[in-house]
């Protein structure tokens, strides 16, 4: 009696599905609410920095784990290191707004007008402390161009400050 030699079944790559499921949980957070964080937010550099640096190191964890730099490895860890990124930027975002125990404190701008970019929602513009800043139109709809208004600003959980409110002082 001759056995059939079994071929073996092939594991899905454990690095290709944990990346998978972090790109879904990125946006899934984009959903629930980063994407609202993250425009609210003043300044992303520090978030940019620190999300970077944790897609790095889940790339190189890749490198590792998969004990090769074949194409697919470098794929998978290429993968890897961009999913984690989303979800971390995406985090850091919600965490800074939503874990924010600070209070709020009102600062003047200067409300210059409304933007309608090439892709994506209109978008209102300020000058607030020699800066332009600019968040999606729907958090300041009265506002009349080049007329003072009020952000509400908090300091933010992570320290980056971020727009609570906008009051137009001059509604149409």
């Given at each position: 009696m001759t056995r059939m030699a079994r071929s073996p079944k092939?594991?899905?790559d454990p690095v290709q599905a944990l990346a998978a499921g972090a790109f879904v949980v990125g946006l899934a957070s984009w959903?629930?609410?980063a994407s609202s964080a993250i425009d609210r937010t003043i300044e992303l550099k520090s978030f940019w920095i620190?999300?970077?640096a944790l897609g790095a190191l889940a790339a190189a964890?890749?490198?590792?784990l998969e004990?090769?730099?074949?194409?697919?490895?470098?794929g998978n860890a290429a993968f890897a290191g961009i999913a984690v990124l989303f979800v971390a930027f995406n985090?850091?975002?919600?965490?800074?707004?939503?874990?924010d125990g600070s209070r709020a404190r009102i600062e003047g701008a200067?409300?210059?007008?409304?933007?309608?970019?090439?892709?994506?929602?209109?978008m209102a513009r300020f000058v607030w402390r020699y800066r332009a800043v600019s968040l999606?139109?729907?958090h300041a709809s009265a506002c009349v161009d080049d007329t003072p208004v009020e952000l509400e600003l908090r300091d933010g959980a992570l320290g980056e400050a971020w727009i609570e409110r906008v009051r137009c002082t001059d509604a149409r």
């Open positions: 092939k594991a899905g959903y629930f609410g620190a999300a970077c964890g890749s490198l590792v004990r090769s730099l074949r194409k697919a490895a470098l985090f850091i975002a919600l965490a800074n707004v939503h874990a200067t409300f210059v007008a409304y933007a309608q970019p090439s892709k994506g929602p209109r999606q139109a729907v």
